[in-house]
């Protein structure tokens, strides 16, 4: 029971694994923005979509409940500005098929605090083993292996993590003079139902009024499915959006030790080149996710299938946990409109980005096997004896049986 506990903990650890002004071609403006405006639409399904957390996840393995899609939204603005008058205030005005009521205030926080990697206590022990790209077998030089205790303490070693896209935070409290953000202590969530369509409205006293109307909604929720090949690989298949411009799979594993604590750690992402954390799971543009498609570390919208390595699986028996996400479509706004006259003043008084994701999540653990659900309109995996078996009504995305 005890090394049970560990393996949600450590799970959870890997599930708990941005923003930048719209990109303004041509000419630049005179000044501004005054004010900056983020938000960022994702849709959530899998293990991830279970609410609570892994405590969500435990009630799903038990029998309640069964396949869920959900919506999250995340809204940020950042101004140049102080308050007028009083403490600082701003509200988003939505469009009722947002379904969150008349508005939703923009709370200015104390402060933003970075979560922890490991909790205190927590911090994994043994070794790190590092494997990249989609394939049937590790190539040669994986994986690479890093000692767990001091990448805990913060010692990772150089390369380890991509420098080539930096988790983009946009308006923060840092960077702006007033700053405001939701999800706020408000109860009020984002729900699957909800719509982003329509007018839009941001107004406060420290910022100037900010409209707009999108047309790009929640992007549509991704199924996945994995099942086993004859090498002992792992073939990981996905259903296509429309709307993706590209996609990113990655999986955390490991093995327990004697004693039951955890020992070896696995990591793998699907990207081609050895290219993790930093931005690539955030929401990425689409000028960012074409050029990452183009040198191979983001797999091409037309893409439904990566083939995770037989050395993966053998080095991470005891629990394996995957996530896919598909970087969507962007709409981006300033005010007032670049000048027809490229010689005229452009005084910008405020900018806006919306971006869009859709992400789901699987877990593959041992002494499961049968208690996820295979999605039907996926093709069986090859191996008809390892085929997914029913049960949770899809909450882990198609675990396959250990041993298969």
């Not at 205790?149 to 983009?168: C, E, F």
């Not at 990591?267 to 993790?276: H, L």
Request: glycine content about 14%; proline content about 8%; charged content about 20%.
């Amino acid at each position: 029971m005890r090394a049970k506990r560990n393996l949600v903990v450590f799970a959870s650890l890997a599930v708990t694994a941005a923003i930048a002004l719209p990109v303004l071609a041509q000419r630049g403006p005179t000044s501004g923005p005054v004010a900056r405006y983020d938000m960022r639409a994702g849709t959530v399904s899998g293990m991830a979509a279970m609410g609570g957390g892994m405590g969500g996840a435990m009630g799903m393995m038990l029998g309640r409940g069964g396949s869920r899609t959900q919506h999250e939204l995340y809204l940020r603005l950042g101004s140049g500005r102080g308050p007028e008058k009083g403490a600082p205030k701003a509200d988003h005005f939505m469009p009722p098929s947002a379904k969150l009521g008349k508005s939703v205030a923009l709370v200015t926080p104390q402060d933003e605090r970075v979560p922890e990697g490991f909790p205190e206590g927590r911090r994994p022990k043994g070794r790190l083993l590092v494997f990249w790209g989609c394939g049937e077998h590790a190539p040669k030089g994986q994986p690479v292996v890093i000692d767990f205790a001091k990448l805990a303490a913060g010692q990772a070693p150089a390369g380890l993590w991509t420098s080539t896209i930096i988790r983009d935070w946009g308006p923060t409290k840092a960077n702006s003079k007033t700053f405001g953000r939701w999800p706020a202590e408000d109860g009020k969530f984002v729900k699957a139902d909800s719509s982003l369509l329509g007018a839009h409205r941001i107004a406060g006293n420290y910022a100037p009024e900010i409209g707009f109307t999108l047309s790009k909604d929640f992007m549509g929720a991704l199924t996945s499915s994995t099942g086993s090949l004859p090498s002992g690989a792992t073939l990981l298949r996905w259903n296509a959006l429309s709307d993706a411009t590209g996609y990113l799979a990655t999986l955390m594993g490991g093995k327990m030790s004697g004693q039951g604590e955890m020992g070896d750690m696995v990591m793998w992402t699907s990207s081609a080149s050895r290219q993790f954390g930093g931005g690539l799971t955030d929401w990425l543009s689409p000028a960012q996710v074409a050029g990452l498609v183009k040198d191979r570390t983001l797999l091409a919208p037309g893409v439904t299938t990566c083939t995770i390595p037989a050395e993966v699986r053998a080095a991470a028996p005891d629990f394996r946990m995957g996530t896919l996400s598909a970087f969507g479509p962007e709409e981006s706004f300033a005010y007032p409109p670049r000048p027809a006259d490229p010689k005229a003043a452009w005084n910008l008084e405020w900018t806006a980005r919306v971006r869009h994701r859709s992400m789901t999540s699987w877990m593959d653990m041992a002494g499961m096997a049968g208690m996820a659900g295979q999605d039907p309109n996926q093709t069986p995996p090859p191996n008809d004896k390892c085929k997914p078996k029913g049960g949770l009504g899809g909450l882990l995305g198609g675990m396959v049986k250990p041993g298969c």
